[in-house]
């Protein structure tokens, strides 16, 4: 198709280059319509009975200590591939027309469905602390779900989640923890894809941006596992054509390849798939958020709704400090006394920034790596006798605007991963407000 024929032209897409050793073909089949009617799982569209038992290329589960193993007591010991995810979206959403292809599925591979919590029981059961409202609006998919950042901002405006993907096993586990779903695996498989349900009204994703940042090698659509995922994305787009998507990137993005993969980007989501397509780089710390966290935002509306102006939400005269949020009685970790004298003694530019409860400035941006302390520009809280440390997890929720009551399951040097990669939820909040009111008031 032309979305697949446009990509390739791309300097960087050699042949060489057109296949993702991790999952699919990255080639022009990939991108036919026929990706959801795949021969080895014809029913999952039509919705009749004739459904394959297990999806297709099946993993071997391990029962691993993952939080989401608790969902084994419902599978009485049926192991096939994606489960977790089908077990936790069909609970999350039973008694939807959504729910239906995974409730085939699970049946036909001998769960009783009859016999499963209700959304509400398994949630109080759980102690999922952010559920779907009962009263929805509109319904969206969280692709690149990371923690859910996406998802927390969507809910809180009355959206309803269809379907959740992420492939690192420790973000689903956090995932898990929030919102009592497990998100499906590899959004690159066809056989993933095909899930999807076949109607949705809004695409979030915050596609991986290590191959267009200004930290990484930039090397776009050459990366082989994660500068080709924006091709997954417009097949989506391309196949289930909902009314709107709001994606997010690194502003590296804009000068990648001397502005060509932007442009690329821009005529694929326009000329290609038919949508009207609006750009703009905010800065979370004009949204009262407390840390400079600048992102490339893409809002796209259906070309046939004919919604040609898109206004981005202005800065709020509210600034918010980092000093409000931080924990004074904290005592670590700490870091090392050698670094400390470094940071401490030397010069500001270009060393790290040292923060304390008077300091009414937004901090700098978090980044997945920070917890390994290789870049100079981290941020560390002084701290009394403990001298410099690193942010708390109630601080690093702060400052990507996550309440406090947002779970965190695993390792700290997995929340600072997963923090560092997260969207800001208020920031998504305020763009997917101006979506939303656009689209009801066309009555779409």
């Given amino acids: ?18 296949q993702d050793k991790n999952s699919s073909k990255i080639s022009g089949r990939a991108f036919r319509g026929s990706v959801r009617c795949a021969t080895s799982i014809p029913s999952l569209r039509s919705g009749t009975t004739n459904v394959a038992t297990t999806i297709p290329n099946a993993e071997k589960k391990s029962r691993n200590k993952a939080n989401y193993t608790k969902l084994n007591q419902y599978l009485n010991e049926k192991d096939f591939d994606e489960n977790y995810a ?63 950042g996406f998802r927390l901002a969507m809910q809180d405006i009355g959206g309803k989640c269809v379907f959740s993907s992420e492939w690192d096993d420790a973000a689903k586990q956090t995932y898990f923890e929030n919102y009592g779903e497990v998100p499906f695996g590899d959004i690159t498989k066809p056989e993933t894809k095909a899930l999807i349900p076949e109607e949705f009204d809004v695409l979030c994703a915050g596609f991986p941006c290590q191959p267009f940042s200004s930290i990484g090698k930039r090397e776009g659509f050459e990366h082989k596992t994660q500068g080709t995922l924006f091709f997954h994305i417009a097949d989506i787009l391309n196949e289930n054509k909902p009314k709107a998507f709001l994606l997010e990137n690194v502003p590296g993005l804009l000068t990648h390849n001397k502005g060509k993969t932007f442009e690329t980007i821009i005529d694929v989501l326009k000329n290609e798939l ?30 046939d ?39 401490i003694f030397k010069k500001d530019d270009g060393h790290p920034e040292i923060i304390d409860e008077h300091s009414n400035f937004p901090v700098k941006t978090l980044c997945a790596s920070y917890h390994k302390i290789q870049r100079i520009t981290g941020t560390f809280v002084r701290g009394g006798e403990t001298g410099l440390r690193l942010l708390t997890v109630n601080e690093c929720k702060a400052i990507q605007g996550f309440p406090k009551s947002f779970k965190i399951p695993v ?32 009555k779409v």
């Fill in 86 to 148: 089908l077990l936790s979206h069909y609970i999350q959403l039973q008694g939807t027309a959504e729910a239906e292809n995974y409730k085939s599925i699970l049946l036909q591979n001998g769960i009783d469905v009859s016999s499963l919590p209700t959304q509400k029981d398994f949630n109080k059961q759980n102690d999922i602390p952010f559920p779907c409202k009962d009263k929805t609006k509109f319904t969206f998919i969280d692709l690149f779900a990371g923690i859910g």
């Fill in 305 to 343: 709704l004919k919604i040609s102006d898109f206004n981005f939400p202005i800065s709020s005269d509210k600034k918010v400090g980092i000093g409000t949020f931080l924990e004074t009685s904290a005592t670590g970790p700490s870091i090392s006394k050698h670094l400390q004298e470094s940071y």
């Fill in 411 to 442: 390792s700290r040097t997995q929340m600072y991963h997963q923090f560092g990669n997260s969207v800001a939820v208020p920031t998504i909040r305020v763009i997917s407000e101006k979506i939303v009111k656009i689209l009801s008031a066309r």
């Fill in 1 to 18: 198709m032309g979305v697949r024929r446009s990509l390739r032209e791309l300097p960087e897409f050699s042949k060489e280059n057109s």
């Fill in 274 to 303: 038919h949508y009207t397509v609006f750009t703009k780089v905010l800065n979370s710390a004009d949204y009262e958020v407390p840390q400079i966290r600048k992102r490339l935002y893409f809002v796209g509306f259906r070309e």
